[in-house]
């Protein structure tokens, strides 16, 4: 990865991508099972260096409106300067249920229950991901979908 992007972006897309084919487990928090939310919870701290009591496992709920300002809103989501969080309200009560991120080479990764794990997926393949991708495609234009940055003067300040 170029050093076009900034260092804790460079950082957290390695974290992320370190997760890939992490078993999916609801609530589970690490590398032995892990859920959408606390994938990126958890690469955000570690990104930073974190501990638990400092940055708390959070849900998507939290993540996507901000809590602690742990996110901003994305300005310009076309362009990858930044990782991107995606979050998802499927059935529009205004809880966020789902999360994925979009990674500097605008590939994504979340936790799939369908799959059963951490995946990585590519929207302009035709391979088996082809499915995968459609499971959040639809929702990322319009009332469905939030999207946001990392806050890390927030984080670290």
């Known amino acids: 990865m170029t050093n076009r992007f900034p260092r804790r972006e460079r950082r957290l897309n390695q974290l992320l991508l370190r997760s890939v084919g992490v078993p999916y487990r609801f609530g589970g928090r690490g590398m032995t099972g892990i859920d959408c939310s606390s994938l990126l919870i958890r690469a955000i701290r ?30 310009d989501p076309s362009t990858p300067s930044a990782c ?26 979340w936790a799939s229950t369908s799959v059963g794990r951490v995946i990585h997926v590519d929207p302009c393949s035709t391979t088996t991901w082809d499915r995968q991708w459609r499971e959040i495609e639809g929702a990322l234009d319009g009332s469905k979908s939030t999207l946001r940055i990392v806050n890390w003067l927030g984080l670290v300040s």
């Open 46 to 75: 570690m990104s930073v260096r974190q501990t638990v009591a400092k940055l708390p496992w959070m849900t998507a709920n939290q993540i996507a409106l901000g809590h602690r300002d742990i996110t901003v809103p994305a300005t």
């Open 84 to 109: 991107l969080l995606a979050f998802f309200d499927w059935d529009e009560d205004d809880i966020y249920e789902h999360a994925a991120a979009r990674l500097l080479d605008k590939t994504w990764i």
